[in-house]
């Protein structure tokens, strides 16, 4: 298994993932070889499920490490091998049942040809249709029978029981009042009253050395050069993977964001010291035509690849090196996109090219970043110590 170990190795760090679940992941490709004395390539569908329903009554093991050695399993013949794989509960360990889909595949069709009609990109068509699907699930039925006293009670049941987040009520919400009123031809009076909660969340900041340190940490150069980028722009992850080699104006030093959210394309400064990074990555592929391309099985494909390179190696890349920094900050990919709104207003950018820079529609929505600031926190604490110094306990 030599050979194949190496190459689920590659395959491993090419999609960021922390080198303590790569030695989990191998090891349960080569346990379950060795449970058989065969190569893990030569193993039938029925020997692997045998296998895994072996671990789960056998094995005392829990469910969080069943879940880590399915997981590697599953990438290896799925991804590496390019086999197709049958979801397995991970109670049993035997196959899981196909699933009845209350949500006819021609309503569907229908549903998402309304959508792309009314210019709703790809990823909207999806997540609408989700939260159909989703609900005809909930009732057990076809949405086109569903009536609107089970759309009240299935509301009901996603705020109250299942305590939906204000964003995953209101994606929910777009989707299905979309689907009863064009594609149904449906005015219900509840689409009208249901409205999510509203919150009002400050989202976590960076300070300009922890951004260092982490971006420092990541060790492939392709995920530390797009975590860079999308820092140095202050880009949407989306943004930054979609950037092709023509994008960069070098004369004038800018980045030419195209597609954005809301289709709208937009420029924004580059710094010297990212554009030098940049072309030092490009140089590893050239690629005529994308930054960031796929880099393909073992890793060495990038200069062929038809399409970027995936969102998920690029977060983990991100967790993996949060992690081992040790800040402790519930922090994302998209953190970067806000630390570097803020550190701008901090070294005194006008809010409105903040805004420019950042593709807001309205102001307002920049004008979030001027309560995360520390020297405005700074300035406001020193002027209500000098107000309350007269105070006396």
Partial sequence: MTALRQHVIELLQSRGISRHTQTTYVRAVRQLAEFYNLSPDRLSDEQIQHYLHYLHQEKPLTDGTITLLLC????????????????????????????????????????????????????????????????????????????????????????????????????????????????????????DVIRPPKEKRLPVILTAEEVRQILSTVRLLRYRTCLTLIYACGLRLKEALHVQVP?????????????????????????????????????????????FPAPGRGGNQAHTATQPMNLNGVQAAFRAALKETGINKKASVHTLRHSYATHLLEAGVNLRQIQVYLGHNSVQTTSLYTHLTSISNTQACEAITELMKDLQA
């Fill in 72 to 191: 590697g399993i599953k990438l290896f013949y799925t991804q590496l091998l390019h086999r197709p794989w049958t979801p397995l509960s991970q109670r049993s360990g035997w196959p899981i049942p196909p699933r009845t889909s209350h949500f006819p595949p021609e309503l569907r069709q229908r549903f998402i040809e309304d959508l792309q009609l009314q210019g709703l990109s790809a990823r909207t068509q999806h997540a609408y249709a989700r939260a159909v699907r989703q609900l005809a699930e909930h009732v057990k039925t076809s949405p086109a029978d569903i009536s609107e006293e089970e759309l009240r009670q299935y509301f009901l049941h996603v705020k109250n029981v299942r305590h939906w987040a204000r964003a995953s009520m209101t994606q929910a919400l777009c989707g299905i009042k979309r689907f009863f009123e064009q594609t149904l031809r449906r005015e219900w009076h509840i689409l």
């Fill in 247 to 291: 994008d960069i104006d070098k004369a004038r030093m800018l980045l030419h964001v195209r597609l954005g959210k809301g289709g709208k394309d937009r420029y924004v400064p580059l710094p010297g010291a990212t554009r030098e990074l940049l072309g030092q990555y490009w140089k590893t592929h050239r690629h005529p035509v994308w930054l």
